[in-house]
């Protein structure tokens, strides 16, 4: 008890920052300087963050071939009779996502006189001609069915000479990305109804879709 009084004697407190009881109070001046400090802590914070946020936008742009940019191409949209899917170019015009006409091979069940004969037909005539496939679709398609696609123009040809009647080349067009291993995290794809699922494809679906 005795060494208590003494502390208590030896702790000097000002008048001015001394409470009814004797304890001490925060006064104006330290007030200013706790909300000084607060206001710089603030500050800092603030510039943490703008630096972050340029570092990550920084790091974006150097994942990217330089800045996309989307291209219309004419020469498809006469070919097809519709507007194309834009293509994705970076600022030095390397393709990163563009479109491929293919040919697909369609079967009218309605036309073709004996479908499994045709299918007979067409093995022999295309190697790697994926028979098992085909009877799928034909099996849960209506009237009309792809039996193959992406043939080539001697696939064509072949085909040609084999005079069915009821089997007819369908042109469709194919989003391919010529470097889809480098860029495709970003580039993103799309799906079976060419619209975009993921990355650049997607953000900017509406754009591309308009062949904008």
């Known amino acids: 008890m005795i060494a208590r009084e003494e502390i ?19 006064t104006g001046r330290v007030n200013h300087a706790i909300e000084l400090g607060r206001n710089r802590i603030i500050i ?21 071939p330089g800045e996309v940019e989307f291209a219309r191409d004419g020469g498809m949209h006469r070919a097809l009779g519709t507007i194309p899917r834009a293509e994705i170019t970076d600022r030095n015009g390397q393709v990163i ?50 039996i193959a696609d992406r043939l080539s123009p001697w696939q064509q040809q072949q085909i040609n000479e084999l005079g069915i009647p009821g089997l007819r080349f369908h042109r ?26 993921s990355g650049v494809e997607k953000s900017y679906d509406d754009l591309l879709a308009a062949g904008e």
């Open 8 to 26: 208590r004697r030896r702790v000097h407190v000002p008048a001015d920052m001394a409470g009814a009881n004797g304890q001490p109070v925060i």
């Open 97 to 146: 996502a563009t479109n491929l006409i293919v040919a697909a091979l369609e079967l009218d069940k309605r036309e073709v006189p004996d479908v499994a004969a045709a299918l007979d037909r067409i093995v022999n005539a295309l190697p790697g001609f994926d028979r098992h496939r085909a009877e799928r679709v034909i099996n849960h398609s209506g009237r009309y069915a792809v």
């Open 172 to 197: 469709q067009l194919e989003r391919v990305y010529p470097s889809k291993e480098l860029f495709s995290h970003v580039v993103g794809y799309t799906g079976d109804n060419y619209r975009g699922l």
């Open 44 to 64: 800092v914070a603030g510039l943490f963050l703008l630096i972050f946020g340029a570092i990550a936008g920084r790091i974006v742009d150097l994942s990217l």
